[in-house]
């Protein structure tokens, strides 16, 4: 592992500090993130990376777009500087000459703001991982604890919605939904609540 990766402390927070409505930093993980109000609402961000001679890693200037709002900018600045970590972090484990700590890399990922499914795509597009390999690997981590029985919380309760207007709906033995049909090119003039909707409201119960 390069010195770089183990000065870096995922666990900090980004906190900026200064104006936020005119000149704002944030330091994180030994990056230095920056947002300064220009002429005429135009904002101006970058992104540096302090473990690392200071390089310029993004910034506005590489845009033809106008970013308006402090916190837009602030958002967009927090995003390369997540996105630029995973990378490392990838980058960095298939350097490594050992065999590739995939839990602790999830962990990292998640740390640094990495959602589930983007560290399942990592998985499969940088480790050739088949889906069902990274979902699991995801799925019963450590850090996601409680993940799985959400997914197949949220997957029931989908389920259990649908089969209120399926055209076919299947049961496990158990009597819960395993699977729901939907035939689109059937006309139904009924004014019922739209399946959404109702998925949400049973999801605020």
């Known amino acids: 592992m390069s010195?770089?990766?183990?000065?870096?402390?995922?666990n900090q927070q980004i906190i900026w500090e200064g104006d936020l409505k005119d000149d704002c930093t944030?330091?994180?993980?030994?990056?230095?993130l920056r947002a300064e109000w220009m002429d005429e609402d135009y904002w101006w961000w970058c992104v540096y990376d302090n473990l690392n001679s200071d390089i310029q890693i993004d910034s506005s200037n590489e845009y033809d777009e106008k970013f308006i709002g402090g916190e837009i900018v602030?958002?967009?600045?927090?995003?390369?500087?997540?996105?630029?970590?995973?990378i490392e972090?990838?980058?960095?484990?298939?350097?490594?000459?050992?065999?590739?700590d995939i839990d602790k890399l999830i962990s990292d990922l998640k740390t640094i703001g990495i959602s589930p499914m983007q560290s399942i795509m990592v998985l499969i597009?940088?480790?050739?991982?088949?889906?069902?390999?990274?979902?699991?690997?995801?799925?019963?981590?450590?850090?996601?604890?409680?993940?799985r029985e959400q997914s197949e919380n949220m997957t029931q309760a989908f389920l259990d919605i649908g089969a209120e207007d399926a055209d076919n709906?299947?049961?496990?033995?158990?009597?819960?939904?395993?699977?729901?049909?939907?035939?689109?090119?059937?006309?139904?003039?009924?004014?019922?609540?739209t399946f959404w909707n109702r998925l949400k409201t049973r999801i605020k119960k």
């Open 26 to 32: 944030a330091k994180w993980s030994g990056l230095m």
């Open 169 to 193: 709906v299947e049961y496990y033995k158990d009597g819960h939904v395993s699977s729901i049909t939907f035939n689109l090119t059937k006309e139904n003039s009924e004014k019922k609540q």
């Open 3 to 10: 010195e770089v990766l183990k000065n870096r402390d995922y």
């Open 125 to 147: 597009k940088d480790f050739d991982f088949e889906y069902s390999e990274a979902k699991k690997n995801v799925f019963d981590s450590p850090v996601w604890k409680g993940l």
């Open 89 to 100: 972090l990838i980058s960095e484990l298939k350097k490594s000459l050992e065999k590739a």
């Open 74 to 86: 602030r958002n967009k600045a927090e995003e390369i500087a997540k996105e630029y970590l995973k």
